[in-house]
């Protein structure tokens, strides 16, 4: 389920207005790319930009001071001269007397826009290394403003109502979630049929490498969180004559495309809010809900039973309950708030707080959730055959591994019954012509575990990693690590790279956890409004 994560990267990472600091680049190695700025200074080419709207209609992103354009690319490369289709950009341009050239951003999902990105790298980044690049930001095929837009099946995610149960308590309640995820996918098919089979991250890649000729650039550097680590390393893979300079942070494992990765992260999100559960348990004080993470988990499970009986407003129950702490799962910057409302519903049968825990999916939401749809099921081969989902959830759900497996499975459910085929997954590697990738990592992401950016760090021998012992966040750069943040500025800036070293090429220690506090008054009352 990359999809939240992929949203949560660089919006999860943006928590605070984040300026970055550069303490610890002395320590890095020498320039990894002594080279001359690329020669001619970037123009665009073929690209009529203009000024963006303060505001994203589509995205409700903030785009103010930034520059649109659009670009019209094919649908299926194989037929250039064929249907096109149109993505839309964003540009914060570059400030200093010379370019660096341009940096192309990616959010994640497979499915999340990214034309606000432009604007949150041109003011996080230290000035010196923000006014050398032309950052551009840009929604994906299918994605955002791009058109076409990919909305599939609403109902699937948001009927109205308090869905089932995602954990099925007998075979008709597993058949009735089969019915609707095959509802899902017949539906995307009905609709984009011609669309489905060009979906794909390598159609995304070729999409990139047309944005890099409209620009003019020999060479693009390019910058993603999440999927869009996949997304980098697969262009990476098509186009390494065509690499400057590359951060992929929070690493998807290439050979668990996708079903694979997705079991993966039912265990590590398991581990992941039994830590949450312990953290709250420590605040015993403050929330009252145990002091063990035993107690914690019993009192989770207590409100999950209540929500199942009587939802609250008949839309918040037991699916709605998890789907609202996995954020807990993909970072810590809800767990205070998060604890609060849970707290707040199991002492007091106050619902105010735990209602604001999910919201409905807005079009975009939607929109997210097809794309990623569209992209993972379209990039390699999922099992056909229902008795291969239904006996892996069940082992890992009976193992203990219970937060995420069914709700995951039924996320994913679609790909089981999607309208084109899977895969081939694209080739992932790079030789040592390829100039020297920065993987960023940290140990205890649950989105994209860890295991996943050492296969990609083999893949590519050139690349250097930076792990962030203990971390504990999906998204790591750009969010106040000194020490991670300063070696990115660094690498970005002038090239220069930790030493290769066996192993992990440089590590730095995540923070400290979260600070535990009582919902105030002006939080109490909003809550009831």
């Given at each position: 389920?990359?999809?939240?994560?992929?949203?949560?990267?660089?919006?999860?990472?943006?928590?605070?207005?984040?300026?970055?600091?550069?303490?610890?680049?002395?320590?890095?190695?020498?320039?990894?790319?002594?080279?001359?700025?690329?020669?001619?200074?970037?123009?665009?080419?073929?690209?009529a930009?203009r000024?963006?709207?303060?505001?994203?209609?589509?995205?409700?992103?903030?785009?103010?001071?930034?520059?649109?354009?659009?670009?019209?690319v094919?649908?299926?490369?194989?037929?250039?001269?064929?249907?096109?289709i149109?993505?839309?950009l964003?540009?914060?341009?570059?400030?200093?007397?010379?370019?660096?050239?341009?940096?192309?951003l990616?959010?994640?999902?497979?499915?999340?826009?990214?034309?606000?990105?432009s604007?949150?790298?041109?003011?996080?980044?230290?000035?010196?290394?923000?006014?050398?690049?032309?950052?551009?930001?840009?929604?994906?095929?299918?994605?955002?403003?791009?058109?076409?837009?990919?909305?599939?099946?609403?109902?699937?995610?948001?009927?109205?109502?308090?869905?089932?149960?995602?954990?099925?308590?007998?075979?008709?309640?597993?058949?009735?979630?089969?019915?609707?995820?095959r509802?899902?996918?017949?539906?995307?098919?009905?609709?984009?049929?011609?669309?489905?089979?060009?979906?794909g991250?390598?159609d995304?890649?070729?999409?990139?490498?047309?944005?890099?000729?409209?620009?003019?650039?020999q060479?693009?550097?390019?910058?993603?969180?999440?999927?869009?680590?996949?997304?980098?390393?697969?262009?990476?893979?098509?186009?390494?004559?065509?690499?400057?300079?590359?951060?992929?942070?929070s690493?998807?494992?290439?050979?668990?495309?996708w079903?694979?990765?997705?079991?993966?992260?039912?265990?590590?999100f398991?581990?992941?809010?039994?830590?949450?559960?312990a953290?709250?348990?420590?605040?015993?004080?403050?929330?009252?809900?145990?002091?063990?993470?035993?107690?914690?988990?019993?009192?989770?499970a207590?409100?999950?039973?209540?929500?199942?009986?009587?939802p609250?407003?008949?839309?918040?129950?037991?699916?709605?309950?998890?789907?609202?702490?996995l954020?807990?799962?993909?970072?810590?910057?809800?767990?205070?708030?998060?604890?609060?409302?849970?707290?707040?519903?199991?002492?007091?049968?106050?619902?105010?707080?735990?209602?604001?825990?999910?919201?409905?999916?807005?079009?975009?939401?939607?929109?997210?959730?097809?794309?990623?749809?569209?992209?993972?099921?379209?990039?390699?081969?999922?099992?056909?055959?229902?008795?291969?989902?239904h006996?892996?959830?069940?082992?890992?759900?009976?193992?203990?591994y219970?937060?995420?497996?069914?709700?995951?499975?039924?996320?994913?459910?679609?790909?089981?019954?999607?309208?084109?085929?899977?895969?081939?997954?694209?080739?992932?590697?790079?030789?040592?012509?390829?100039?020297?990738i920065?993987?960023?990592?940290?140990?205890?992401?649950?989105?994209?575990?860890?295991?996943?950016?050492?296969?990609?760090?083999?893949?590519?021998?050139?690349?250097?990693?930076?792990?962030?012992?203990g971390?504990?966040?999906?998204?790591?750069?750009?969010?106040?690590?000194r020490c991670?943040?300063?070696?990115?500025?660094?690498?970005?800036?002038?090239?220069?790279?930790?030493?290769?070293?066996?192993?992990?090429?440089?590590?730095?220690?995540?923070?400290?956890?979260?600070?535990?506090?009582?919902?105030?008054?002006?939080?109490?009352?909003?809550?009831?409004?």
């Open positions: 389920m990359l999809n939240d994560a992929g949203k949560r990267a660089a919006a999860g990472t943006a928590a605070a207005a984040i300026t970055l600091a550069v303490a610890g680049a002395a320590a890095l190695g020498t320039p990894a790319d002594a080279a001359p700025a690329l020669r001619p200074e970037p123009r665009p080419a073929g690209l930009w000024s963006c709207p303060a505001k994203d209609p589509v995205e409700g992103a903030r785009l103010k001071g930034l520059q649109c354009a659009s670009l019209r094919p649908l299926d490369y194989a037929d250039p001269a064929g249907r096109q149109t993505l839309e964003s540009r914060a341009r570059h400030t200093a007397p010379r370019s660096k050239g341009v940096v192309l990616n959010r994640g999902g497979p499915g999340a826009h990214g034309r606000d990105l604007g949150f790298f041109a003011e996080s980044l230290p000035k010196r290394v923000a006014a050398s690049y032309d950052w551009i930001g840009f929604d994906p095929r299918g994605v955002g403003a791009s058109r076409p837009e990919l909305v599939c099946d609403p109902a699937y995610q948001s009927p109205g109502r308090a869905r089932p149960d995602s954990v099925p308590a007998s075979a008709a309640e597993e058949e009735a979630w089969k019915a609707r995820a509802h899902y996918a017949g539906d995307c098919a009905r609709r984009y049929g011609a669309i489905l089979p060009h979906m991250t390598a995304s890649a070729r999409d990139m490498d047309a944005v890099r000729a409209a620009l003019g650039q060479k693009i550097s390019y910058f993603g969180y999440s999927y869009g680590t996949y997304l980098g390393a697969v262009y990476a893979t098509m186009y390494p004559q065509r690499v400057r300079r590359m951060v992929l942070d690493v998807v494992r290439p050979s668990g495309v079903y694979g990765d997705n079991l993966d992260q039912n265990v590590a398991e581990k992941r809010i039994r830590a949450y559960f953290w709250i348990a420590r605040h015993h004080k403050t929330y009252r809900l145990g002091d063990s993470g035993r107690k914690v988990a019993a009192a989770y207590r409100v999950r039973a209540a929500l199942k009986a009587k609250i407003d008949g839309r918040v129950g037991p699916t709605e309950l998890d789907e609202g702490f954020a807990d799962g993909y970072g810590d910057y809800t767990w205070a708030a998060h604890a609060r409302a849970l707290s707040a519903y199991a002492v007091r049968r106050d619902p105010g707080p735990l209602r604001k825990v999910w919201q409905p999916p807005s079009r975009l939401d939607q929109n997210n959730y097809t794309v990623y749809n569209a992209v993972q099921c379209r990039d390699a081969a999922w099992p056909r055959a229902w008795g291969r989902w006996a892996d959830s069940e082992r890992l759900y009976r193992r203990g219970r937060f995420e497996t069914w709700s995951n499975t039924w996320y994913n459910a679609p790909c089981a019954f999607w309208g084109v085929p899977g895969g081939p997954p694209p080739r992932v590697g790079g030789g040592s012509a390829l100039p020297p920065l993987m960023v990592q940290a140990t205890e992401d649950a989105a994209t575990p860890y295991p996943g950016v050492l296969e990609m760090h083999r893949r590519f021998p050139t690349s250097r990693l930076l792990v962030q012992v971390g504990r966040n999906h998204g790591v750069s750009l969010s106040g690590d991670v943040d300063g070696s990115v500025a660094a690498y970005l800036g002038d090239g220069r790279l930790p030493a290769n070293r066996p192993g992990p090429d440089q590590k730095c220690a995540a923070g400290p956890e979260p600070v535990a506090a009582k919902a105030g008054r002006a939080e109490q009352a909003a809550a009831h409004r």
